[in-house]
T-cell receptor, first 116, second 117 residues
């Protein structure tokens, strides 16, 4: 069965610090997709990134970067020079393709607090 | 803006009543998903449609829950004989799925918050 673990329930940092959110996943499939979503206080989930299991290249988008390591089944998310607007709950999610439906399995989320 | 919309945004009902929620996906998206999110948890997958066909249902979806997508556009989620444990945020998402499979990004609506008294 698929599972996503976000061990950090809450992280609090001061603005401009770098912060890394951890995500560890479990799956038996060889083909799968990993996602990160942001849920700001307004509540609506915002898509950040999708990565397929065959693409281990790290990705950078502005202040955001993602590190995918199949060897450790991890897909970590780093925010560089954090800003107050980054405060939100961040979810890592997994979709198994070979299992049929592509409903997402989410972790419990990490509540990120950026203090001014 | 043509994002995913959900109606109503909030619903308060008494235990035992039936409720129905509506989701309008992004117009060109052929896949539609329902999730449930409780406080402090990530969303949990309930069911999904490809066009009008309901292709997968989670074990979380008890017999009291039914979902439809009659014309492959909007979808409804009905909960019969509501229980206090049904109180949650019900999220709808849509995506563009190809014939080759794969999991494209899902775009979420604002959710319907259900409170069962």
């Amino acid at each position: 069965a698929q599972k996503v673990t976000q061990a950090q329930t809450e992280i609090s940092v001061v603005e401009k610090e770098d912060v890394t959110l951890d995500c560890v996943y479990e799956t038996r499939d060889t083909t799968y997709y990993l996602f990160w979503y942001k849920q700001p206080p307004s509540g609506e989930l915002v898509f950040l990134i999708r990565r397929n299991s065959f693409d281990e290249q790290n990705e950078i988008s502005g202040r955001y970067s993602w590190n995918f390591q199949k060897s450790t089944s991890s897909f970590n998310f780093t925010i560089t020079a954090s800003q107050v607007v980054d405060s939100a709950v961040y979810f890592c999610a997994l979709s198994e393709v070979e299992g049929g439906a592509d409903g997402l399995t989410f972790g419990k989320g990490t509540h990120l607090i950026i203090q001014p | 803006d043509t994002g995913v919309s959900q109606d109503p945004r909030h619903k308060i009902t008494k235990r035992g009543q039936n409720v129905t929620f509506r989701c309008d996906p992004i117009s060109e998206h052929n896949r539609l998903y329902w999730y449930r999110q409780t406080l402090g948890q990530g969303p949990e997958f309930l069911t999904y449609f490809q066009n009008e066909a309901q292709l997968e249902k989670s074990r979380l979806l008890s017999d009291r829950f039914s979902a439809e997508r009659p014309k492959g556009s909007f979808s409804t989620l009905e909960i019969q004989r509501t229980e206090q444990g049904d109180s949650a945020m019900y999220l709808c998402a849509s995506s563009l799925g190809g014939l080759a499979g794969g999991a494209n990004e899902q775009f979420f609506g604002p959710g319907t918050r259900l409170t069962v008294l």
